[in-house]
């Protein structure tokens, strides 16, 4: 790899004796900017940082954030062994990263093998992503139903002007149920692991418990798949690619619980956020109808996957000013990088990046394959929402925002707003295919026993 600035810094102690300076601080969970342009200051464009316990370099420059995803040379490995800490046993047993960095999904392979999975993925998801696919007609209508009817059930909650916090009752539900669909599950079979989903990603006391019988739940339906396959996505990535094991499928599976229930969530809950402050300009696209710029702007202003998982250099590199050793941890954070000046000023006359040059769904070889997936649903969360309900504001100032304090993800706690009286939901207008569907997996649409309606009744168990 070139050297990423002129002047090459004089030698320096390693990373184990640099890193100093904790991940997780009041800065970085409520003011990210104020944390990222310390760093910048004090060390350029990468720092050792200290994640949860472990020693990083964090990268916070745009350039090498871009160049290191794109990884045109081949300088960086995603798989755990790589990482000289925990080869030589330094990583403690019980570093709460440990699962992530451990996982044997495509995330975490290279070369060859990661080509092979993504493979899957895209052709898995390309029936729900090409919006000209009847199964993406039928989940976009779904979406419109799951989402007017958490709404519904706001307004009778909360009483005609009211409070909420839509967090709890609205960006996080709305991508559950999305699940069950992809994973093909029917009428009420797939409550169980939607509502053990929730349990870890609320990470309460059940949480370990409830992990253990999600990934039973998610190996024993593709299993199935592979015996009788159906019009879902781990069927189609089966037939895309017939020799994966249910070991490995399941492990995707896993995986996209995770990037459904958790990130696209994230993402939902920030853009509202986002267009609720008004300060980055995601108001103005909304209200101008350019709902995918307001989604951009929220994604570049709060990435949901503010920090990516580590990747490990293969041989010794030169990065910013340190001279990073084969085998050590890099973060590259999308957050920080969105914070560089050179992409800050995007916009700008002088500026050599658009607002979209964001890097909120990485870039390279393992670039988010289900971003039109979760554009798709964010746009219709959005937009029904901000349709319905009129006047919404926060309630409580932005800067008193409750932030998930994790070193990955950054997504809101809770997102309290007021709004006005609201009136009836907009009369949705579905195909007939998409009727079909619903009446098949939700005999009560709209009664009591929706899927939405038993989905909450079942958060709400069990947080209690
Ligand atoms: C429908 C929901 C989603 C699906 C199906 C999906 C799918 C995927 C897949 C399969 C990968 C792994 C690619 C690989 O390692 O080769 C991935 C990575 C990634 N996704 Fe998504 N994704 C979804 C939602 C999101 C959202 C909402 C965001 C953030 C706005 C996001 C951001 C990313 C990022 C940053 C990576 C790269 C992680 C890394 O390199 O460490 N994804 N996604």
Redesign the pocket.
């Known amino acids: 790899m070139e050297p990423q600035t002129p002047q090459a810094e004089p030698a320096h102690p390693p990373l184990e004796a640099l890193a100093v300076q904790p991940l997780l601080n009041h800065d970085y969970e409520t003011r990210p900017a104020v944390f990222y342009e310390r760093l910048r200051e004090e060390y350029g464009p990468v720092a050792p940082v200290d994640v949860l316990g472990v020693p990083a370099w964090l990268v916070v420059g745009y350039t090498q954030t871009l160049d290191i995803?794109r990884d045109a040379r081949g300088n960086w490995s995603?798989r755990v062994g790589t990482w000289r800490a925990y080869r030589d046993g330094a990583v403690p047993a019980d570093w709460p990263m440990l699962p992530v960095v451990e996982s044997d999904?495509?995330?975490?392979?290279d070369g060859a093998d990661?080509t092979r999975?993504?493979g899957a993925?895209s052709e898995g998801?390309r029936p729900f992503q090409d919006r000209s696919r009847p199964e993406a007609k039928a989940l976009e209508q779904a979406v419109r139903r799951y989402a007017d009817e958490l709404l519904t059930v706001i307004a009778e909650s909360a009483g005609p002007a009211g409070e909420t916090d839509l967090s709890a009752q609205y960006a996080r539900p709305l991508?559950l149920m999305?699940i069950g669909r992809?994973l093909g599950t029917g009428a009420g079979d797939g409550d169980e692991l939607i509502t053990d989903l929730w349990r870890v990603m609320d990470a309460g006391p059940e949480a370990h418990e409830a992990s253990v019988r999600l990934i039973e739940r998610v190996t024993d339906l593709c299993a199935a798949r592979a015996r009788t396959p159906g019009e879902d996505l781990p069927s189609y990535m089966l037939a895309a690619v017939p020799d994966l094991t249910t070991e490995e499928l399941a492990a995707?599976m896993a995986?996209?619980t995770g990037?459904?229930g958790d990130?696209?969530a994230?993402?939902i809950g920030n853009t509202i956020a986002e267009v609720l402050i008004g300060e980055t300009g995601a108001r103005d696209s909304l209200s101008s109808g350019m709902l995918q710029e307001a989604i951009n702007r929220a994604?570049a202003a709060n990435?949901?996957?503010a920090n990516?998982?580590f990747?490990w250099a293969k041989a010794d590199v030169r990065l910013g000013r340190f001279q990073i050793a084969a085998g050590d941890p890099v973060m590259?954070s999308?957050a920080a990088a969105h914070r560089d000046p050179a992409f800050a000023a995007g916009g700008g006359p002088d500026s050599i990046y658009s607002s979209r040059a964001h890097?909120?769904?990485?870039a390279?070889?393992?670039?988010?394959?289900?971003?039109d997936?979760?554009?798709t649903?964010?746009t219709i969360a959005v937009e029904r929402l901000f349709d319905r309900f009129s006047g919404l504001r926060l309630a409580v100032p932005a800067d008193l925002l409750p932030w998930r304090s994790s070193p990955l993800i950054r997504g809101l706690r809770s997102l309290p707003v007021t709004y006005d009286p609201v009136g009836d939901p907009p009369a949705p207008q579905p195909s007939p295919a998409a009727e079909e569907a619903a009446e098949q997996e939700d005999p009560g649409e709209g009664g009591q026993n929706s899927l939405v309606r038993r989905v909450l009744r079942m958060m709400r168990l069990s947080q209690s």
């Not at 890097?359 to 990485?362: C, D, E, G, P, R």
């Not at 390279?364 to 971003?371: I, K, S």
């Open positions: 995803l995603r999904n495509c995330g975490f392979r990661s999975l993504r993925w998801l991508p999305v992809l995707e995986m996209l990037l459904v990130v696209t994230t993402l994604a990435p949901p996957m990516l998982a990747r590259v999308p890097l909120a769904w990485s390279g070889p393992h670039a988010c394959l289900g971003r997936l979760a554009t649903i964010t």
